[in-house]
């Protein structure tokens, strides 16, 4: 599983936050969170999730997704050639 998602978010819980609570409750969820306005200071995100600056593009968010997940949890478009 996996979460992706940006920093900016409605209400009072932030993706810092929102990752935080995730990889507490949840360790085996993979965790991506997005800005391009901030970026983390330290102990703000767990140690197992990867940030990504804005703008990104396909293959970026690709590769971050390929190297997190076993192929076995990759969607076939992202699964390594044999």
Known sequence: ???????????????????RHVAENWPAIEIVIASGHVLPKPGEMPEKATFISKPFNKQMVHGHLRNMLPDSKLPEPLKKAV
């Open 1 to 19: 599983m996996l979460l992706f998602s940006d920093v900016d978010m409605p209400g009072e819980t932030n993706g810092f936050a929102l990752a």
